[in-house]
């Protein structure tokens, strides 16, 4: 860990206005990824924007009938909440799916959303890494690549994005709501908010370096039967091999979001079209084009077969 | 005293306090934080300075140059060692891989160097800074399939060539030929390893953790060309091992080489990334077994043909070992190849050998059963033996495996079993259920300890024995009290300190029977010394509830000792007839139900059972825990657990608890662990042997028979997870 300096930021666009003050500045909020890669040298910020104190921590009603979620509610407090458990039940079981108890009691909705990277080549700065050493190159690229992705990724990095809760996020049509140093606010969909590696893979989001994350919105309820299937090599505390969000109408008709095949939450609208023909015809779909290595081909049958089981369950 | 012959009714068979099931008598010490671990050693050495290493970030070369002077002028930094600045260390036989000193690399994240600085976050910032330049050796290999392959025509002297072995299969009726594999694994013990070292002059103190005292301190001589007086260790409390912690290690050598650089202490411990390539592992293996038998079961020839990974002069992991000894058959060939590859060293791991080849052998025992039709515990009683089978005038000196079975069957109900694979059908999930038989030889070592009664009537016990989270302060107590007379409380246990007697360490499963009857032994001289005092025939005293009873009269232990503590030292050594003119081993049978999702594959283990059979239990409640943890990690072995090789740079990539996944409390479903009631008095004055590495032989075996029996789709490999039958389950619509 190098020596940073820190503060606390005493509003948003405070935060944001100290960010674009200081070159290499991060925020900072539950820490639960940054800290740890922070001790590895993978992160090497100068100075830390402690966000903590900033309030955004409430999740409010929308005048459009969904849930202002702040960015800085904690993942336990988001899952628990009876409105997000009613309505938005596929988030709440992503959320429940993650880390571990104590992890979710700090780790925040706006840095769930940044976290980076397991990819094991990420992690050893021994190792050859686009993302975290840009121009390098990727030793993940025959390596040991049996997480990583299968589709989205390019010749030059094949990471996958790790959260469980962003797969929920993205299958509800989430809107990341930010400010910036001058003030001024934007809406982002979530679809647009992750970027595919291509040849910058050190980019993961369209934000500014001085864009500060304040709230993520849900939309109207969508009922119908909400899913999130998470399937990994043991029962708890474990990335996802595959993971599939899903809400399920009672005509069969839905949306359907995957997570552990992608440099980002993979969601493809149009593959939903292909509902009513099952499982096999909408992942033909999703996973269109997709390029897996020898390591982690089972991913398209096992994102096949976990939707096959939501599918299943999902007629009762 | 020498245990030359079986043991007879002796003082121990009270079994007023051994035998019991009691808490640990360190357990409040540990759930309340209160047992200080080496790093957390704060007060024994005044003003340390913190440690953090460098490991090399190639896996075979040397380095041309290495550039210190920035992290030698970051803020904190009191001083660098480095490997350039000496030849390199010696090291003893027990130890594959140097330790440190030399330009040579043998291994990824060998260590390198040592930073030494005011605090911890200092060190670690200054070592990033410390720039390597390395020339890579090209010829290096790290593929174990690979050069298996070409050298499977190597002549390799077999470890068993009896009878006929390929005349045998060849004409056998019923026929197995598999290869199964298993990969590298972690021992993933929570404490990492960590020293705190003080040099006072050419004498170092070492607060460490260690598993094996008196072979560290050897080590340490060896290492640093002194007398092996010159060093204690110390090691009260170790945050597990599984044989990680064996022998010395470079946390050590690195503590002390820089505490003597800076002349003050230095604590260090290695961070967790860099545990799996810098220390040991359990060696991949890949096993050929050929089994041939009659159309009635009886196995009449049996092959096992081991390869594994191993730095120079090691042995990897030696599958064929258990199938020396397990079952009958006339014919037999056994071979292990220890092949010379450049990943990090291999060698002893929870049950090293067994463990591995179990995985293989029990798979390939219910692969015959399948064939022959016949009930997989059948075919496993049918081929029990009371003889060693490669030497058949020594027998087993207690061997109840059929009982294991038997009871086990009983117990868990095997009969309502499923019968067909891939038939039993509990809404989503098939259901499927496994068995597999457990072998563990049961040394013993030679091992002291030394005894008082104190002025207040207490009995204090001191040995370097260690605890390594088995229970070793407990049965030490559970001795010295049955054999005293006194209650439990009042005994008081010092561990792991080089000061003590030598004991036999932790390792091997050797350590709880062996520590315990060298307690006894010199509880027995303590005995003679106040019988001596009383001028009385030792044999006529009785110890009792703190006093010593003789000829109508009674003394306090307190009264005997008013004037001062009476001690006595003594060391149980084992004669030739227990290695030599029998076989002494532990059994166990293991039966696993398992629910594997009909579509996507999730494995989910429902009921485990262990029936154990090593003589007398000591305490069974540590000994049940013993044997639950190493189920635990059996279900690691079998599902999860795999360290990954880059076949391309040679080093293990998941190198840390998020990338090599161990089975979590969501994983574990209940456990029942049942121990025969018996003793083997082949085995020492107490009759016991140890269960805690009996405990994960065969269990992963049971887990792979049962999602075979739940799913019909065999895997030879592995970890078994998903990825390796989803395209034999059920089809999906």
Redesign the interface.
Known sequence: MRAFSYERAGSPQEAAAAAAAQEGAQFIAGGTNLLDLMKLEIETPSHLIDVNGLGLDTIEATAEGGLRIGALVRNTDLAADQRVRRDYGVLSRALVAGASGQLRNKATTGGNLLQRTRCPYFYDTNMACNKRAPGTGCAAQGGYSRQLAIIGGSEVCIATHPSDMAIAMRVLDAVVETVNAEGDTRAIPLADFHLLPGNTPHIETVLAPDEFITAVVLPRPLGGQHFYHKVRDRASYAFALVSVAAVIQPDGSGRIALGGVAPKPWRNEAAEAAMPNGARAVISRLLEGATPTEDNKFKVTLAERTLTAVLAEARG | MRFDSPAEQNVSDRMKVLGQPLRRIDGPLKTTGMAPYAYERHGVAKDQLVGYPVGS??AKGRIVSMDIDEAQAS?GVVGIVTTLEMERLPKVDWNVAYLFGGREIQHYHQAIAVVVANSF?EA??AA?LIRVEYEEDQDATYDLAAVRQERLSDDVEPIDNIGDFESAYASAEVTLDATYTTPGQCHAQMEPHATIAQWDGDHLTLWTSNQMIEWSRQALATTFDLPAENFRLDSPYIGGGFGVKLFLRADAVMAALAARKVGRAVKLALPR?MSANNTTHRGLTIQRIRIGASQEGKITAIGHDNATNTLPGGDGENGARATRRFYAGENRLLINRALEIHLPESNAMRAPGETAGLMALEIAMDEMAEKLGMDPVEFRIINDTQVDPSHPERQFSERHFIECLQRGAEVFNWASRNKAPGSRREG?WLIGHGVAGAYRDAPAETSGARVSVRPDGSIRVETDMTDIGTGSYTIIAQTAAEMMGVSLEVVNVDLGDSRHPVSAGSGGQWGAASSTAGVYAACLALRKKIAERLAVDPEALEFSEGYVRYNDQQTALSELASAGSITAEDSIEFGDFRSEEYQLATFGAHFVEVAV?A????I?VRRMLAVCDAGRILNPMTARSQVIGAMTMGVGAA??ESL???T??GFF????L??Y?V?????IPEQQVIFLEGEDPYSTPLKAKGVGELGICGVSAAVANAVYNATGARVRDY?I???KF??R?PE??
């Open positions: 970030a190639i803020p976050e670690r910032a990033a990334p989503a999702h579509t996507t594959g999730e989910r599902l999860m990954a090789v880059d391309r740079h990539v998941n190198h840390d998020a990338g996944e089975p979590v409390h969501a994983d970890p997870t998903l990825d989803l395209d389950l999906i619509a």
